[in-house]
């Protein structure tokens, strides 16, 4: 079975750029979630998606959203870029069901901001 | 809100046993769960405990105790490949939403 797969590996944006990272879960999974990791700082919880619908979503501004297609793919855009957005993006999926709490994660989108 | 304390850093030597701690706050608690993540790797699964007591997989297991809001990781035989960062979850919430927060991570060095 195919693992969590994210693209781009890399990128390299400009302060107030967008920018839109793709996740693809493990086959079946219907929750995909998203992270952003700074040294220093764990995992932040950006926000979960569940048939297509945001089930819960972090701290972090409006700058931040997302969205899951009906295949489960999700998708997470970032507007106006700030230097301080500069950061490894992880995406997790996981199987169906609210107390699910095994979470496969993707390789990451590490976003350096200039 | 929920939150997780764990410490930074613990160093430890090969074959030795290490005790990794987490203290945690949240509402609708579901479960402690445990990842791994290597330098440059992503974050792997390595146990999880929804009520309270031991579980135990292979050198490493998970201790729960939901009245204490207490965990901790443990870890045997350590091996110089263990050195990575483990960080500590809560899987949270209510009919409102649930979301998994991760603590800081505890950095792990086994020395030689």
């Known amino acids: 079975k195919a693992g969590v797969t994210q693209t781009p590996r890399y990128l390299i944006k400009t302060r107030g750029q967008q920018v839109t990272l793709s996740c693809s879960p493990i086959?079946?999974?219907?929750?995909v979630s998203w992270y952003q990791q700074t040294p220093g700082q764990g995992l932040q919880f950006l926000f979960e998606?569940?048939?297509?619908?945001?089930?819960n979503k972090g701290n972090f501004p409006g700058r931040f959203s997302g969205r899951q297609f009906s295949n489960s793919r999700s998708e997470m855009n970032v507007s106006t870029l700030e230097l301080g957005d500069s950061a490894l993006y992880l995406c997790?999926?996981?199987?169906?069901?609210?107390?699910?709490?095994?979470?496969?994660f993707g390789p990451g989108t590490r976003l350096t901001v200039t | 809100g929920q939150s997780l304390e764990q410490p930074s850093e613990v160093t430890a030597v090969e074959g030795a046993i290490v005790q990794i701690n987490c203290t945690y706050q949240?509402?609708?608690?579901?479960?402690l769960s445990w990842y791994q993540q290597h330098d440059g790797g992503a974050p792997t699964f390595l146990s999880y405990?929804?009520?309270?007591g031991l579980e135990e997989t292979g050198r490493f297991s998970s201790f729960l105790s939901r009245s204490d809001s207490y965990g901790y990781l443990l870890l045997q035989e350590l091996q110089m490949k263990d050195s990575a960062s483990y960080f500590c979850?809560?899987?949270?919430?209510?009919?409102?939403?649930?979301?998994?927060?991760f603590g800081a991570g505890t950095r792990l060095f086994v020395k030689a």
């Open positions: 997790a999926s996981s199987l169906a069901g609210l107390e699910s709490h095994e979470q496969y």
């Open positions: 086959s079946g999974h219907r929750s």
């Open positions: 998606y569940f048939s297509e619908t945001q089930r």
């Open positions: 405990n929804a009520l309270d």
């Open positions: 979850a809560v899987r949270g919430g209510n009919t409102g939403g649930f979301k998994t927060i």
């Open positions: 949240t509402s609708g608690f579901y479960g």
